[in-house]
């Protein structure tokens, strides 16, 4: 079966700008996490969703929001890009909420963006 | 609030080696505890797992045990293959609530013919 698929695979971007990163989570997920990876903070999470509604956020200032779609997509905005957001952006699925140990979170491959 | 500390990399072993990465947490409650591992340009796969205290993960030869006394969960590997080149990293999540993994800064193994 098909796994999480997270578009675009890489980006780059302008201090200032907005960007939208999406995640198609694996068939029959309804739980989507967003993660941050960077060099220096290591991995970080954003937020997660679970029938369209957030459940949970990370650490993150509001420049950083979500959504999900009726049929589990997510999509992850953020707004006024600084250099610092420079960093792989995973996306999560799992068959229910707040899950890893319950239900185990599948990866995708990421999406690299650059501010310049 | 919960954390986990990894080894500093990068590892560097010959093939056939024993591995060795080791992880220690700290977590109000009792834990479960993860390896994940990141092979280059991809995401995070799941490794191995361990729920509770003396459990013990294991898969493709990895293996780790839950030690709830030294608060430790080492990843060891008898026979290391130049395939198994990645970075690993050890993640906790809380049993109750919303199960966030909780991620180390993660270990860069390099295996050599």
């Known amino acids: 079966k098909a796994g999480v698929t997270q578009t675009p695979r890489y980006l780059i971007k302008t201090r200032g700008q907005q960007v939208t990163l999406s995640c198609s989570p694996i068939?029959?997920?309804?739980?989507v996490s967003w993660y941050q990876q960077t060099p220096g903070q290591g991995l970080q999470f954003l937020f997660e969703?679970?029938?369209?509604?957030?459940?949970n956020k990370g650490n993150f200032p509001g420049r950083f929001s979500g959504r999900q779609f009726s049929n589990s997509r997510s999509e992850m905005n953020v707004s006024t890009l600084e250099l610092g957001d420079s960093a792989l952006y995973l996306c999560?699925?799992?068959?229910?909420?707040?899950?890893?140990?319950?239900?185990?979170?599948?990866f995708g491959s990421g999406t690299r963006l650059t501010v310049v | 609030g919960n954390s986990v500390t990894q080894m500093e990399g990068p590892v560097t072993l010959s093939e056939e080696a024993f591995l060795t990465i080791n992880c220690t947490y700290t977590?109000?409650?009792?834990?479960?505890l993860f390896w994940y591992v990141q092979y280059p340009g991809e995401g995070l796969q799941l490794l191995l797992k361990a729920t509770k205290a003396d459990d013990k993960g294991s898969n493709k030869g990895f293996e780790a045990t839950y030690r709830k006394e030294t608060t430790s969960f080492h990843l060891e590997k008898g026979s290391v293959q130049v395939s198994d080149s990645a970075v690993y990293f050890c993640a906790l999540s809380e049993n109750t609530g919303f199960q966030k993994l909780v991620f180390g800064t993660g270990t860069r193994l390099l295996v050599s013919p």
């Open positions: 068939s029959g997920h309804r739980s």
């Open positions: 977590a109000t409650g009792y834990p479960s």
């Open positions: 999560a699925s799992s068959l229910g909420p707040g899950g890893a140990r319950d239900y185990g979170y599948t």
């Open positions: 969703y679970f029938s369209e509604t957030q459940r």
